[in-house]
């Protein structure tokens, strides 16, 4: 399988923020965006794979500025690592300032999805190349996330997670 590059698999999807996707506070209710991210990053890991995927870890969510009622908000997903069946997916959130039109970043995340058959067995991907600095800085990292991820979810033993030791040495 040849390896791909990230802008392969990347996936804009922009809306709006409706009042029915709103807290008490006129803002946009996390898990609304916590949905728009993960659709994005679906369709992401599918562009890559070429295979049914399904969502196996949230592993980050940051929520660090809340997005106001009426705001144009584009989520942007692209895969950042394959493993062998699974891929990490980084997702940035940006809102759209509606004089300027200039985009300022207002979360992030990043997910894991898994290439399944149609037994829902895990199915090899092909492997991600990545081209810009930021890509290739984000594929060094995410190891150490899927480490941290397998032993969170208590299928790694914290003593084989190589990458996480390697930070305290
Ligand atoms: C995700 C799923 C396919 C994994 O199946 P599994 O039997 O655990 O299979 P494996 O142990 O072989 O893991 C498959 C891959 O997922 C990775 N994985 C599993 N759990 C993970 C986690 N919590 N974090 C990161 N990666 C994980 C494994 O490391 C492995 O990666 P690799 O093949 O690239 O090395 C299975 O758990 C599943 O179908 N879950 C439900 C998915 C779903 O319905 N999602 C929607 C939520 S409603």
Known sequence: MEAKPPSESRTTLTDLVLPSETNPLNNLFGGELLARMDRAASIAARRHSRRIVVTASVNHVAFNKAIPLG????V?????????????IFIDVWVEDRESGRRTKANEAIYTFVAV??????I????LEPETKIEKERFDAALRRKQLSLVLAGKMKPNEATE???LFE
Not at 117 to 122: F, K, L, Q, S, V
């Open 71 to 74: 705001s144009v908000v584009t």
């Open 76 to 88: 942007e997903a692209a895969v950042s690592r394959a493993f062998k069946s699974s891929m990490e």
């Open 117 to 122: 058959d149609e037994t829902g067995a895990p």
């Open 124 to 127: 090899q991907v092909p492997a």
């Open 164 to 166: 996480l030791k390697a």
